[in-house]
């Protein structure tokens, strides 16, 4: 089952605060190639997992989606998500993203971003993805890079004045558990290496269309703490899309 760290009210207080919730996609570092690496949107019906404030769900729904169903652990999500929500062709239910049980067929573009990481086992709900796409139905997600999350304590090595140094990468192989702290409280991450990610897609019936490790957008990097962004990768996104190792 999914930590659920954004229903407590310091933690999502300042969850509100960063600059991708208060400027939504445009000041996400890695929107400008996740948009790429999303097929036509026009007419179909899209499943967002881990859907947060409803960015991508709003996106999907002014290029033209049939419907859009966002799925969020947090009730304290989806309340902003509605909030910010006029549309009638976007729903948001409440869930973790291991309990959808979709219908076969029931969808045309499956989007999540970076949630992947924060769960146990996802190789059940890639095959839940894949049975609930229509054939050839695209899967584009976004990960915390392996790279990233490999160390556990996600920060950087600094001198004796507080200059970083370097990313620290350790136990890359050692694929469990991590714990970080992230906007002042500690949470659960799960590591898993590039060939895990892009193996388990191939094995749950997957054919990879796309992988990119971005680099930040340009017009970002004179935010703080953005040209460190260039020393390492920081995220991984895939496009995959289903293909004949499970069918409906």
């Not at 499943?47 to 960015?55: R, V």
């Not at 796409?133 to 090595?157: M, N």
Request: net charge negative; glycine share 6%.
């Amino acid at each position: 089952m999914q930590e659920n760290r954004y229903d407590d009210t310091d933690f999502f207080d300042r969850y509100k605060q960063m600059a991708r919730s208060v400027g939504g996609l445009q000041a996400a570092g890695e929107w400008h190639e996740l948009r790429k690496m999303l097929p036509d949107l026009q007419g179909k019906r899209v499943l967002d997992l881990g859907c947060g404030f409803g960015w991508h769900c709003r996106y999907a729904d002014e290029q033209g989606a049939q419907s859009v169903i966002g799925i969020d652990i947090s009730g304290k999500m989806l309340q902003e998500a509605r909030a910010r929500t006029t549309s009638s062709r976007i729903k948001y239910m409440q869930m973790p993203i291991e309990a959808i049980d979709f219908p076969a067929a029931s969808f045309d573009v499956v989007i999540s971003s970076l949630v992947f990481h924060y769960l146990d086992s996802f190789a059940d709900v890639y095959e839940k993805i894949n049975r609930c796409l229509v054939s050839k139905g695209d899967f584009v997600f976004s990960v915390e890079h392996p790279i990233f999350t490999a160390q556990g304590s996600q920060q950087w090595y600094y001198d004796e004045k507080g200059v970083p140094l370097h990313w620290p990468v350790d136990h890359y192989f050692a694929e469990k558990e991590r714990k970080a702290i992230f906007l002042g409280l500690e949470v659960t991450k799960y590591h898993r290496t590039l060939t895990t990610y892009v193996n388990t897609l191939i094995q749950c019936g997957f054919e990879i269309t796309r992988l990119v490790e971005p680099k930040p957008a340009f017009d970002l990097m004179n935010e703080p703490g953005m040209k460190d962004e260039l020393r390492r990768p920081m995220m991984l996104l895939i496009a995959a899309r289903k293909g004949s190792i499970i069918d409906e």
